[in-house]
């Protein structure tokens, strides 16, 4: 028998609600009530305190006023003897027994503070709810109250706050969702998958990223990053798991009260490029005017404004050719003419900074408002919301979003619940943007706002060489259209059902439902810089000729399972817990797309309206996934944790013969002072040692277990081979741990973490013989290891005064302890980033490679055993041959000074001839004066006629060496200060945009004007003539489109994350409870990084996160603001 | 509680019952092999494209092709791309096999390899008497069968030429299990094999629709009139199997005395009834997806010059003797003056110019029937003087002004005509060898052979063409300083190279070491692609120049069963 997956799912939902059903019969008798308050031990009302009876599942809320009323049915009064048990965020648990009778009783509770939550519960990663002192490994947990300021995304939430947790805004673009990593990248090959970590929300697991919730609806975020930790989510959990709550009316007082709050600023980008403001051109003896390339000497020139309005001026559709200038940098320059010009000159009249030009102060708008209530058995918690991030650029919409919650607890009888968790968002996403590469190749000179006397923006007010890179880019922004709009449903219902004391079940459904569509279009008409045919990014065929794209994504997805806890004491010393799990989930995604190009008529968005159909595509996947697990804790003597759990997994995505799989772990915590014998209570009272071993997994992307031919308009070709033994990644983790407080009041967690993901699952080459050319393959490992500490010190704690700090820190080194393949490159998705890093065995994962420049004599080579000379020896002094220059580069001298070179005409000489190996220069290639040297292979030496290549060397590491962070809460009465700021040590970014300039220079590195003659260089200095590498090269820093050690740059930053002062008014003419803030982010970053921002990356690539793809090519930096709130609730 | 129990071990067992299947998900976005070739019509379309692949593989710019131009004399040049520079100089540099080195041949691998996959998996569904068309055409059946073991053997037997070693494939593999690779002559009987069992299945006469002849289209092979695949039911199927037949037998061998040892009757055989005309395709660089793009066919100055040294073997005028008498650093270009049609006329090199249709700029058009432009003076590139001549190649010159449109021989009949005469030849038969030279001799102005009667013969008079140089076939090219009127054999290898130039990819190349014509420490094959290596776990080796003369590099012969025919069964 073959059932429909929605026929298994309703079998699964049928028998669940079957065995649900099956509750004891009731009867009537009288209630017992229990009420009373609950306050802090410094008599302070504490409100939404949870006041509950664990054996019978009842609960209620405090009030405002911390009152509470528990109401239990007659029919389960029986004279009992329970324990009333009462938590609160912030303090630590109370219980008082309760003899439960009917008719009415009071029980007051007075509780101590928790400042390091050792009390509070976590749910992620446990058999069931734990207290965090009990927890064998290490969950992080932030909850929302602890939370200021309200981050634009969940996931930027945890940034600086939970160690080990790297969270990388790669993209400011508005609507940008980071890459969240924890600990470390796990798969050496991430591609078509994520090295992020599962979501959950509120039970569903989330398919793809998280920009569309509303950070307000959140109640906390639970971290759990060791494998060990995640066992329990079997193959989805080896990148760790992050499990967001979402606010609830389960501590709702009776009635209803409201929250209000909006947030209004402006955004801008914090740092600039550094554009030349000199230039290299050649002009007329006034330097007002540009010298014409007609050969010769300067004997016809153009003014540029002039120039710039005859070309744009043309009322047809593209830009008229411009005259070509002398010296061009975008046209081709010979070698001897690099070593003989100096960017010294400025440009003519006015100047302009494009970048300044696109950035504008655009708005910020959050609002939200919800409301939480109880009436009689029903807690609800209902939510709205509106975002618009608009961003810091001209003519960008960026990023809006309407949200609405909607969560009911509903108590059905005296033994179920019913919990349901709905969300619904609608947002739209600018996707088009100022091209940054286009920005930064405009030069001082360059007018982006100009417009003709049509009122269009020049399409092309660089009159210099290569048409298509001299686009404006804000007319590009103005005039194209890409627009992302996004519909999310995210839906879960929980059936619980808790009979006896000892036993409770649940049964869930989860949906996640998320439509995607995006519109491009670029109208008929829309202006063009040149009338070759050009391909404009994805806009295929004449630009003029007009674009039209469709494409929409569907996913949906569902989960659902059944858990059964059971609960035994043995004894007074020994309690027990164990978990039976049924789950099975799937994940189904539709997508479609279509473009054409040359439009009938204008204005008409349609794919109709395009005569010319380029291309149509689709596909389908589905993936299933069913689990079986079990689960065990003892607590013995309250100081002896012992937890174990195992889970035999299928997935749809494995294999045909390896479908199924077993994960695992155990745990061992040790509360040293429970201990009768502890003698440091009075400086430690309270440390727990802990100890995790297991294993989770990751799952390979969609094709690759199945063999497979591609199919298109041109037939069917070969794809890649199957393999019907493809099987989860599988990380072996170790994890130690302590967790302490000291003096009653600080609060430390340390952790040192030691995974090994194994069968890594990688593309690797199949013999040519097979056909298809490649296959998914289980081979190579990659480790991490990781160290975890966080410091919470809670320096004032008074009833009018509090100041607290904490501090977190992690470091984590990612090493490729077994590749499987051979060493090979790879890159990420940023232009002309394909081969960027190298895998290689025994390698940190990340590292960079490419040329090294020289800067240390030690660096030259010694050919001595090859006949030739110690280079090494003729260096360092002031009449070596290599000398160190002012920059810190090694570079031939020729025995003269290293400043002499203007003075003596040094620059056109070199050392050797061009084409030919020199065994009197290093490694036998010819070298200019003064120009930078690169490390090359020492064996060409030995073999004239071969290319003798720049070596491939280790120039830098994307992954961090270290983080940290430091949060300071300060508040005094109703004022309140809070700041964060998290810093990134160690990591090294390739500054592409920098880079690339130096080719056209347009880097401020290339301008001379205020230099000494001593000091001043030639443009053949930074750019190229063919690179160093090619037989007519000069040198230059240029070198290649290719990460180097001089453009690979060291990034650490310190920002200051986030900054808010606020004001509680109280009540306002006797209504609601106002707050005012003023609040700050990302206000300022203290770094060396010469870009935009050193927080950058790009995906794709093997990597595939921005942490790892370390380039900063032309993203769009991340924006800093500044807003006022104003909240109240009531 | 019972019926609590009760229901959950119900419940847990229906789910697992009901799991057992549900993790089996077909992928619809893209096909495996049986819903990819699941018709008869979609295993035909995969049959009919390779030989396209073939072509392509075989012209590529990116392919081994450039390589085997340079390492054959045929072409020169110090460009850097596509490894000519690494290949042309003398002394010859080693094949370097080691990872990402800039000469990697794995694109050409690939490719054939593919091809023989794609149609071996096509005639795993062929050879099955029940794998039926619609409507039911036994002929048909065939006919693709021998289309797919033509292209399977083609793609086999290029391996075989090129690398020294290849996998064998074949419709029975099991493709979870490893292939086995074997040496190039035990690779080259299986793809000779292949092509006799084409043969076999076009001679079959079953009834039905769509059988012989092969259609004329871009899908299969599209071909002009002058030789239609439509004309002649399989007969000219047959012919141009037998016609590449010939060429690889021929080309496989790697040594003088390997060249000696091959089976002349069975070239003899095969060329006398390969293809009666030029086998001609029509590319089409635009729509059609064939291609052919030797771009030293095309591109000049830096990309491409032809050798002093060979096209010097056409001058009468004594400027060769001069030349190779001059030492290396000293020689200069000469105006070849020959009566040789092929070459431009004139006396000097403005009047040769002009006979090129060169007037300005890099583009000449020469006179039909001209395989040489001699070219403008400004557009000279300076090199190496061993190599440095003012002529290119230039017969294909239309097709390329044509935006690479048009019709291009893959097989010259005269080709065949030259496999002849070598075998004549080597068998002793000098009157028909001098026969089947005198054809290409003939028809572009030189005096027909006559009275040839040993090897030792020469062709008289002081303007005798070929002129060859003394030695040349054992020393580096820059020994021999002076020169002599060529015997039969240099007859016929003179016609062979200018008439395969750029029509049989690498053709001078898998002559000339056969001949032993190749310089100094060429190697005589490739060895197997790095990233083939790396992907079967074996170790990586490159092609040592420690051996004296053309040398054999590190050719395994992998299997001892050397006279298998692993499985493709018997014609």
């Known amino acids: 028998m073959k059932y429909s997956t929605l026929g298994r799912l309703s079998l699964v939902a049928g028998l669940a609600v079957a065995v649900l059903a099956t509750r004891p019969a009731t009867g009537e008798a009288q209630n017992a009530i229990i009420r009373g308050a609950v306050r802090s031990d410094n008599g302070e009302p504490i409100g939404g305190a949870t006041v509950f009876i664990a054996e019978l599942s009842v609960q209620a809320a405090t009030s405002e006023a911390g009152q509470y009323v528990i109401t239990v049915p007659g029919e389960r009064t029986r004279g009992q003897q329970l324990q009333l048990r009462v938590r609160a965020i912030g303090y630590r648990p109370s219980s008082r027994p309760v003899t439960l009778t009917a008719g009415t009783q009071t029980v007051d509770f007075a509780l101590a503070a928790d400042v390091n939550r050792l009390e509070e519960i976590v749910v992620t990663g446990v058999l069931e709810g734990t207290e965090q002192a009990k927890v064998p490994f290490a969950v992080s947990r932030v909850d929302m109250a602890d939370v200021p300021v309200t981050p634009m995304d969940p996931l930027r939430l945890l940034a600086g706050r939970v160690p080990g947790a790297n969270i990388t805004s790669f993209n400011g673009r508005p609507g940008a969702s980071p890459d969240v990593v924890l600990r470390g990248p796990h798969s050496i090959n991430a591609s078509g998958r994520s090295q992020g970590p599962l979501y959950i929300v509120d039970g569903t697991i989330i398919t793809g990223s998280l920009p569309d919730l509303n950070p307000a609806d959140i109640d906390n975020v639970e971290v759990v990053k060791g494998a060990a930790a995640s066992s329990l989510y079997g193959a989805r959990g080896g990148n760790g798991v992050i499990a967001i709550t979402t606010r609830s009316g389960r501590r709702a007082a009776d009635g209803m009260s409201f929250n209000a709050r909006t947030e209004y600023g402006r955004s801008d980008i914090e740092r600039d490029f550094g554009i030349a403001r000199n230039t290299a051109l050649i002009m007329d003896s006034r330097d007002e005017r540009f010298c014409r390339n007609l050969g010769g000497f300067c004997t016809a020139t153009v003014d540029w404004a002039t120039e710039a309005a005859r070309i744009n001026n043309e009322p047809g559709d593209v830009a008229l050719s411009a005259a070509s200038l002398a010296f061009d940098p975008g046209a081709s320059t010979t070698p001897v003419t690099l070593r003989n010009n100096y960017q010294a000159q400025l440009f003519p009249g006015r100047v302009y900074n494009a970048v300044e030009q696109a950035v504008t102060n655009n708005e910020l708008l959050q609002s939200n408002v919800d409301a939480t209530g109880r009436f009689g058995s029903t807690q609800f918690f209902a939510s709205g919301s509106y975002l618009r991030q608009a961003g810091a650029l001209r003519f960008v919409e960026g990023f809006s979003r309407y949200t609405g919650r909607l969560n009911v607890d509903q108590r059905i009888a005296s033994a179920w619940t019913l919990a349901l968790r709905s969300y619904f968002s609608r947002s739209s996403e600018d996707l088009n943007s100022p091209d940054f590469f286009r920005l930064t190749r405009a030069p001082a000179i360059v007018n982006t706002m100009q417009r003709d006397t049509l009122g269009r923006l020049y399409v092309r007010p660089n009159i210099q060489a290569s048409g298509l890179q001299n686009e404006n880019p804000l007319y590009v922004a103005e005039n194209l259209s890409a627009i992302n709009y996004n519909k999310r449903f995210l839906g879960d219902l929980t059936l619980r059902y808790a009979p006896l004391s000892w036993l409770d079940m649940e049964g869930q459904f989860a949906y996640d439902y998320a439509n995607g569509t995006r519109e491009d279009f670029q109208d008929k008409g829309y202006r063009s810089t040149q009338l070759a045919a050009v391909a404009n990014g994805s806009f295929l065929g004449q630009p003029y000729l007009g674009y039209a794209a469709s494409r929409e994504n569907n996913a949906q997805s569902y989960n659902t399972g059944l858990n059964v806890n059971m609960r035994r004491s043995f004894g007074r010393d020994i309690s027990t817990r164990w978990t039976l799990r049924y789950a099975y989930d799937q994940q189904d995604n539709d997508a479609r797309f279509g473009d054409g190009t040359t439009l009938n008529a204008v204005g008409v968005r349609t794919l109709n309206n395009a005569s010319v159909r380029n291309s149509i595509t689709s596909s389908f996947s589905s993936i299933r996934g069913t689990s079986f697990s079990a689960g065990a804790n003892a607590e013995i003597k309250e100081r002896y944790i012992l937890d174990a759990a195992i889970r035999r997994e299928g997935s749809s995505l494995f294999g045909s013969d390896s479908r199924w799989s077993t994960f695992g772990r155990v745990s061992l915590a040790w509360r040293l002072s429970h201990e009768p014998w502890w003698f440091g209570s009075g400086l430690i009272n309270d440390l727990k040692l802990r100890g995790s071993y297991g294993t989770a997994g990751g799952r390979p992307q969609f094709n690759a277990q199945y063999e497979t031919f591609t199919v298109g308009s041109g037939g069917i070709n070969f794809g890649a081979l199957g393999n019907r033994n493809l099987r989860p990644e599988k990380t072996f983790d170790t994890e130690v741990g302590l967790d302490a407080e000291l003096l009653h009041r600080v609060g430390v967690n340390l952790t040192y973490d030691v995974s090994e993901t194994r069968d890594q699952i990688q593309s690797v080459i199949a013999p040519a013989d097979k056909g298809f050319g490649t296959q998914w393959q289980n081979i190579g490992t990659l480790q991490n290891k990781t160290w975890e500490l966080s410091v919470n010190v809670p320096v004032i704690q008074r009833r009018d005064v509090s100041w607290s700090m904490r501090f977190s820190y992690d470091r984590t080194r990612t090493m490729i302890t077994k590749l499987g393949i051979p060493p090979q490159t790879f890159g990420t998705g940023a232009t002309n980033a394909g081969a960027t890093f190298q895998l290689r065995q025994g390698e940190a994962y990340g590292t960079f490679y490419g040329a090294k420049f020289l800067t240390s004599c030690s660096e030259l080579p010694d050919h001595t055993a090859i006949g030739g000379p110690d280079f090494r020896t003729q260096c360092g002094t002031p009449t070596s041959q290599f000398q160190v220059n002012d920059e810190g580069f090694v570079v031939w001298t020729g025995g003269y000074g290293v400043g002499e070179g203007i003075t003596r005409n040094l620059w056109t000489t070199q050392l050797g001839t061009i084409g030919t190996t020199n065994a009197n220069a290093p490694w036998g290639r010819p070298i200019f004066w003064g120009m930078p040297i690169t490390v090359r292979d020492s064996v060409c030496i030995r073999i004239p006629s071969a290319s003798c290549p720049t070596l491939q060397t280790a120039v830098g590491h994307a992954l961090p060496n270290w983080n940290f962070s430091i949060t300071q809460t300060f508040n005094w009465r109703r004022l309140s200060v809070y700041g964060l700021l998290q810093g990134v040590m160690g990591r090294d970014v390739w500054n592409e945009g920098a880079h690339w300039a130096h080719l056209d220079l347009l880097s401020h590195d290339v301008d001379q004007a205020g230099k000494s003659v001593e000091t001043s260089k030639p443009i053949g200095y930074y750019w190229r003539g063919g690179p160093p590498i090619n037989a007519s090269g000069v040198g230059g820093f240029y070198d290649a489109l290719a990460a180097n050690s001089k453009f690979v740059e060291d990034a650490s930053f310190a920002k200051l994350r986030e900054l808010a002062v606020s004001y509680n008014f109280g009540p306002v003419g006797g209504v609601g409870n106002w707050t005012a803030s003023l609040v700050g982010r990302n206000l300022f970053t203290i770094t060396n990084y010469t870009g935009f921002d050193p927080e950058v990356g790009a995906t794709g690539g093997l990597g595939n996160s921005g942490l790892i793809g370390a380039v900063d090519s032309f993203t769009f930096p991340n924006t800093r603001s500044l807003t006022f709130g104003l909240s109240t609730s009531f | ?571």
């Open chain 2, 1 to 571: 509680m019972r019926r609590l129990t009760s229901t959950i071990s119900l419940l847990i067992l229906a789910a697992a019952v009901g799991c057992k299947d549900q993790l089996v998900v077909e992928n619809v976005n893209n096909p495996d092999r049986d819903r990819a070739l699941a018709r008869p019509t979609d295993v035909e379309n995969l049959v009919a494209g390779q030989f396209r692949v073939l072509n392509n593989a075989m012209w590529s710019t990116g392919g081994i092709q450039p390589q085997l131009g340079v390492m054959g004399m045929e072409s020169f040049s110090t460009n850097a791309n596509f490894g000519m520079g690494v290949r042309s100089g003398v002394p010859r540099a080693l094949v370097d096999n080691s990872r990402g080195n800039p000469a990697d041949t794995y694109t050409t691998w690939l490719a054939l390899n593919q091809a023989a996959r794609a149609e071996a998996l096509a005639l795993s569904k062929l050879n099955q008497l029940s794998f039926t068309f619609f409507p039911a055409s036994e002929a048909q059946r065939q006919r693709d069968r021998a289309f797919a073991y033509f292209a399977m053997g083609m793609a086999q037997g290029w391996v075989a030429m090129m690398f020294d070693s290849g996998p064998v494939i074949t419709p029975n593999d099991d493709l979870e299990a490893p292939n086995l690779m074997v040496g190039y002559d035990s690779l080259m009987r299986v793809a000779l094999v292949a092509l006799d069992t084409a043969i076999a299945a076009a001679k079959l006469t079953p009834a039905g629709a769509n059988g012989f002849p092969i259609p004329n289209s871009t899908a299969w092979i599209p071909t002009p009139a002058a030789f239609s695949l439509t004309g002649g039911a399989a007969g000219n199927f047959v012919r141009l199997v037998r016609s590449y037949q010939a060429r690889f037998r021929a080309g496989v061998a790697r040594t003088p005395a390997e060249r000696g040892a091959v089976n002349w009757a069975a070239v003899i055989a095969d060329a006398q009834n390969g293809v009666t005309a030029d086998f001609q395709v029509i590319m089409n660089n635009v729509s059609g997806g064939w291609f052919y793009n030797p771009m030293q066919a095309s591109t000049f100055q830096s990309w491409h010059q032809e050798w002093q040294l060979m096209v010097g073997m056409a001058d009468t005028s004594g400027g060769y003797d001069t030349w190779l008498g001059t030492a290396r650093q000293n020689k200069v270009p000469f105006v070849v003056l020959t009566r040789d049609t092929r070459f431009p006329t004139g006396l000097t090199r403005p009047a040769q110019n002009a006979a090129s249709g060169c007037t300005t700029g890099t583009t000449c058009v020469p006179p039909a029937g001209n395989y040489f432009r001699n070219r403008l003076a400004g557009q000279d590139v300076a090199v190496d003087g061993l190599f440095f001549s003012y002529y290119d190649f230039q017969r294909f010159q239309a097709y390329f002004d044509a935006n690479q449109n048009g019709t291009l021989p893959q097989i010259a009949r005269s080709e065949l005509d030259l496999l002849m005469a070598e075998g004549y030849i080597r068998t002793g038969n000098f009157p028909l060898a001098m026969t089947q030279i005198n054809i290409s001799r003939g028809a572009h102005g030189l005096p027909a052979l006559v009275g040839f009667a040993t090897i030792n013969d020469l062709i008289p008079g002081t303007g005798c063409i070929p002129r060859v140089p003394v030695g040349v076939r054992s020393a580096a090219p820059d020994t021999p300083t002076a020169t002599a009127c060529g015997n039969i054999m240099e007859a016929m290898k003179w016609e062979k190279r200018l008439e395969t130039a750029f029509i049989s990819p690498g053709a001078w190349y898998f002559d000339a070491r056969g001949w032993g014509d190749l310089p100094f420490n060429t190697p005589v094959q490739f060895p197997v692609p790095y990233t083939e290596l790396d992907s079967r776990g074996e170790a990586i080796y490159s092609v040592p120049t420690t051996v004296a003369g053309a040398i054999l590099g590190t050719a395994v012969e992998r299997l001892t069963n050397s006279s298998s025919n692993y499985g493709l069964g018997t014609p």
